[in-house]
């Protein structure tokens, strides 16, 4: 079976500054991809960041990046210059077949100013 | 171009009832996905459609639960004879391909049905 867990249920962060969400997982797969997707008030789940697990570079998009340790199945999002505009739910996915997603529990980053 | 749209926004039903969810999807989208929201979770898999046809229907609860896509565009999430346990936010994906792993399967949501069965 594949679960996915984020540790962390809430986490706050000044404006401008960076902070980090963890999510790990356990599977039995070697091909597989990994996901954060963004979900503000409006519940409208947005991609922010995915990776190839046969990839060893780790995938960036602007102020987003993460650290895949695939050894270690943990898959952590980095948010850089955090913006008031970033508060939302953060959701780490996991995908190892066509179409199935598994999706953690989710962590609601609040961004102050 | 627009998005993935959802209707209705919001449900409120009686226990027992039937209800239907409408998904549109992405226009040329071949790919569309049904998951379910519980409160404080992640979202869960449904039903996957491949054009017409539902290429996985594993996460389908039980009997109740039903979805069509029946000319590969729009699809209808329906469920009978409802419960207060199917109190959620249904969420619709859809994507341009399925697998492949290009960036061509990546699956754009939509805003989500909130369904409460009273």
């Known amino acids: 079976a594949q679960t996915v867990t984020q540790s962390q249920p809430e986490m706050s962060v000044q404006e401008a500054e960076t902070v980090t969400l963890s999510c790990t997982y356990d599977?039995?797969?070697?091909?597989?991809?990994l996901f954060w997707y963004k979900q503000p008030p409006s519940r409208q789940m947005i991609l922010v960041i995915r990776q190839e697990a046969y990839k060893q570079q780790n995938a960036t998009e602007n102020r987003f990046s993460v650290n895949f340790q695939k050894a270690a199945k943990s898959f952590s999002l980095k948010i850089s210059d955090s913006q008031l505009g970033d508060t939302a739910m953060y959701f780490c996915?996991?995908?190892?077949?066509?179409?199935?997603?598994?999706f953690g529990s989710g962590t609601k980053l609040n961004v102050k100013p | 171009g627009a998005g993935v749209s959802q209707t209705p926004s919001n449900k409120v039903t009686e226990k027992g009832k039937y209800v239907e969810l409408r998904c549109d999807p992405i226009?040329?989208?071949?790919?569309l996905y049904w998951y379910r929201q519980s409160l404080g979770q992640g979202p869960e898999f449904l039903i996957y459609?491949?054009?017409?046809?539902?290429?996985?229907d594993s996460g389908l609860p039980n009997d109740r639960f039903f979805a069509v896509r029946p000319e590969g565009s729009v699809s209808t999430l329906k469920i009978q004879r409802t419960e207060r346990g199917d109190s959620a936010v249904y969420l619709c994906?859809?994507?341009?391909?399925?697998?492949?792993?290009?960036?061509?399967?990546?699956?754009?949501f939509g805003p989500g049905t909130r369904l409460t069965v009273l």
């Open positions: 459609f491949q054009g017409t046809g539902a290429a996985d």
């Open positions: 226009s040329g989208h071949t790919a």
């Open positions: 994906a859809s994507s341009l391909t399925a697998g492949g792993g290009g960036r061509t399967d990546t699956q754009y």
């Open positions: 996915a996991f995908r190892y077949n066509f179409n199935k997603f598994y």
């Open positions: 599977t039995s797969e070697n091909n597989y991809y």
